[in-house]
Nanobody, 124 residues
């Protein structure tokens, strides 16, 4: 199983930026798709973004399209989420997910490994 460690969360004002990182260890990093999900208090975990194992295709939730960018650095075994123009409604715990092989990227059940989460808080 892949071990994932997220970092980069914090408190930022609306309109600001943050970059989340997720470092993976374990099975070959380049063999699986990865994604970011988030969970706000009292809400279900929701899809944010995903990236194909090759890095050639990316997918975004409508709510973040044009503001967030997902990328991966295979030599560093690291996944990133660049978040710009942040809004208070982006406040949540953000989770890195790995070991996606098939099915919908939007479905948490299609990811085999999860990080511990990192808090992102956007103040108005």
């Amino acid at each position: 199983q892949v071990q994932l460690v997220e970092s980069g969360g914090g408190l930022v004002q609306a309109g600001g930026s943050l970059r989340l990182s997720c470092t993976a260890s374990g099975p070959t990093f380049s063999n699986y798709g990865m994604g970011w999900f988030r969970q706000a208090p009292g809400k279900e975990r929701e899809f944010v973004a995903a990236i194909h194992w090759s890095g050639g295709s990316t997918y975004y939730a409508d709510s973040v399209k044009g503001r967030f960018t997902i990328s991966r650095d295979t030599p560093k075994n690291t996944l990133y989420l660049q978040m710009n123009s942040l809004k208070p409604e982006d406040t949540a715990v953000y989770y890195c997910a790995a070991e996606y092989y098939s099915g919908s990227y939007y479905d948490t059940k299609n990811f085999g490994s999860w990080g511990q989460g990192t808090q992102v808080t956007v103040s108005s």
